[in-house]
């Protein structure tokens, strides 16, 4: 999956640039991600993800198991 969160799905968008006479060409708008590796205590490894940094917030606050509990009933995971 390129330029995808792998735990939220966030993946570009589409829109405008416009212009000062408001003309309006297209553009797409990048997902914010960043590569990063969590440790998970409860299986004692190391993973790597390629998540947005509003889902690296989300673990922060929430904990990266149940961040990953929460993906895998999205379907986001594996």
Do not use: Q
């Amino acid at each position: 999956m390129a330029r995808v969160c792998e735990l939220t799905g966030k993946k570009a968008m589409v829109g405008n640039n416009v212009s000062h006479a408001m003309n309006k060409t297209k553009r797409k708008f990048d997902a914010n991600l960043t590569k990063k590796r969590f440790y998970i205590p409860e299986e004692d490894r190391w993973i790597t993800l390629k998540v947005s940094t509003s889902a690296i917030k989300t673990i922060n606050k929430k904990g990266i198991a149940a961040v990953l509990k929460e993906a895998k009933e999205k379907g986001y995971l594996k």
